[in-house]
């Protein structure tokens, strides 16, 4: 984690030394963000058919650097405590043809730092409509597993992360942006983020997955000054 932050304070660091220089509408602003997320997680498994994934609706909260360069494009680095998972109901057929099904629903934490790449619509004065992209790369926190087996009461476990943990400990994804942002400051935008990394180390799950990537939605609003 002390290389995401590092790596989150070098890309700080380099934009404002960059923005010291060149023309006069280069602008530094920082902001408050945070929102509600609908998480998910893409299955993978051999009896892919037979497992049914939902979303679970963490939340997140950051901070964000938008580096403008002129009124159309700017840099924006953020880092964000950011909740993502998702539920899947597994259904099987035990050796008396009678149906089993395994309903689990993961909670995870991650520490996130996006970099986007947005362009600016401008609508008014100060006002304007932004949409951008770029990569991200998270830090897996902690995060919980509510597993039920059939009828039995639910089950609650500690999500580990790490090589020999439930769960990889980093998550590398991309991220997409669209929202507003007022003459005053605030914004709202809905985000995007797709994981690239099959974040499943070892497979505690009760069925057979081989794979489970990280898709989730953020609904946010914020603040910059």
Do not use: C
């Not at 980093?170 to 507003?180: I, K």
């Not at 990394?197 to 989730?216: G, R, S, Y």
């Amino acid at each position: 984690m002390k290389k995401l932050l590092l790596t989150f304070s070098f890309i700080i660091a380099a934009f404002a030394a960059f923005a010291q220089y060149g023309n006069d509408e280069k602008t530094i602003t920082f902001g408050l963000v945070g929102g509600s997320n609908l998480a998910f997680l893409q299955v993978n498994s051999v009896h892919r058919q037979e497992v049914y994934t939902d979303a679970t609706t963490p939340f997140s909260l950051g901070l964000n650097a938008d580096f403008k360069f002129n009124d159309y494009f700017s840099i924006r680095p953020a880092i964000f405590y950011s909740g993502r998972g998702g539920t899947m109901n597994a259904v099987y057929s035990d050796f008396k043809g009678n149906n089993t099904s395994v309903y689990d629903e993961y909670k995870l934490h991650y520490l996130e730092v996006p970099l986007d790449f947005i362009g600016h619509l401008p609508v008014g004065e100060g006002a304007n409509i932004f949409l951008g992209g770029g990569p991200y790369f998270a830090w897996g926190l902690n995060g919980t597993n509510r597993q039920t087996l059939y009828l039995d009461d639910p089950i609650m476990h500690k999500i580990t992360f790490g090589k020999n943990g439930d769960f990889k400990q980093t998550d590398v994804g991309a991220t997409t942006v669209l929202g507003f942002q007022g003459a005053k400051g605030w914004t709202m935008s809905g985000n995007l983020d797709f994981g690239f990394t099959n974040i499943l180390q070892n497979n505690n799950t009760a069925f057979d997955a081989t794979q489970l990537k990280t898709i989730t939605f953020y609904i946010s609003f914020g603040q910059s000054f």
